[in-house]
């Protein structure tokens, strides 16, 4: 059964302050990469922490996946914030988040996953370094290896890029990319590199100002008009020589 994820008029409060509402989303299938954008402040980390459960708020929030309904729940989610206060090992973190929710007894196959994703994310070299000790982009890889060493059927990652350098940036999209198609996993990420974007989602929902501007194929959702109205730039989409799309970007527009 290939996971889903849906959306039906979902908001968020934050005591009685509504930011953001009105979510409705198509039906987010296992296999697809649907990314999240839109300016600082607009609800995007907002409606992760509702999708993972942890805010309430209105509307439908619908998963199906065959863990769920066993009771289960193959929803991960990394934070956009990674900073930590504990005196584990990456190696240690990593298999602790492995064990969340699940019989305490570690098996061989716990550790061939641990290793898997070390060895998938390039960070053997670091995996007995205590947590306190890695630099920020470390720190975002090792949180990602923390949701994917769950094998998660519905993947939540908010910013997961942020921190990395531009080869870490392009191996980690890439990895995520290839772990939805070949895992069939619905991934739904927060990015602010559009170019970024071209280059990952399927689809595209651009959340602003607390409400869901649209959601569906990139090649539809990012343009010159996307460019001016949500983020004030004057730019262009243009096609290289290898038939990739890219973000031009001329300059800010004026302040009305
Ligand atoms: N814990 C909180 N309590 C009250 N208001 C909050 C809280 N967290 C976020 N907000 C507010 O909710 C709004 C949306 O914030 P959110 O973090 O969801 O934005 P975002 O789109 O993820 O922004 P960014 O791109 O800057 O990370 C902002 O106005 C923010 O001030």
Redesign the pocket.
Known sequence: MVATLQLTDVGVR??K?E??SGVTTPLLKGGEVTAVI??????????FRRIAGLLDGPGVIRIDDAAHQAGQSHVCYMP?DTSVNTVLTVYESILLARKQGAARKVTDEDLEEVDRVLYSLQIEPISFKGLHELSGGQRQLVSLAQVLVRTPKILLL??PTSALDLHRQVEVLALIRSLAKDREICVVL?I?DLNQVLRVADRVMV?DA?TMVTCGPVDTVITSTLLQNIYKVEGRIEQCSRLCRHVIIDGPLGRA
Do not use: R
């Open positions: 934050y005591g302050q930011v953001l839109g300016p600082n402040a607009a609800g995007k980390s907002s409606l956009q908010d910013e927060a602010h959340i607390g």
